[in-house]
């Protein structure tokens, strides 16, 4: 099966810096375009940015500038980098992988379990 497992979330002040991964994993024959969403108490989840195969990126204008979104194709990993944080992105942060899982030998979205980022002084 397909697991994608995140890391890097935590509490930082604002002005800080946060480095977020999230490693695919299991019965992948191809990883899509993978990326990030966010959900803040009492919102909807949104879309950060994503990265295709081939590195077309498309993300929120909010983060345009501050959040870098990247991958690493051999080890089925995203990231994003975010600079310059503020208290409004705080929120769970959500890896998603677009990916072709061999054992059910079909094309489906996956999600990770979600990493709290907390930006506060």
């Known amino acids: 099966q397909v697991q994608l497992v995140e890391s890097g979330g935590g509490l930082v002040q604002p002005g800080e810096s946060l480095r977020l991964s999230c490693a695919a994993s299991?019965?992948?024959?191809?990883?899509?375009?993978m990326g990030w969403y966010r959900q803040a108490p009492g919102k909807q989840r949104d879309l950060v940015a994503t990265?295709?195969?081939?590195?077309?990126?498309n993300s929120a204008d909010s983060v345009q500038g501050r959040f870098t979104i990247s991958r690493d194709n051999s080890k089925n990993t995203v990231y994003l980098q975010m600079n310059s944080l503020k208290p409004e992105v705080t929120a769970v942060y959500y890896c998603?992988?677009?990916?072709?899982?061999?054992?059910?030998?079909?094309?489906?979205?996956?999600w990770g379990q979600g990493t709290q980022v907390t930006v506060s002084s």
């Open positions: 998603y992988a677009d990916i072709y899982d061999t054992r059910i030998g079909a094309r489906r979205n996956f």
């Open positions: 299991g019965s992948i024959y191809i990883t899509y375009k």
């Open positions: 990265i295709t195969e081939g590195g077309s990126v």
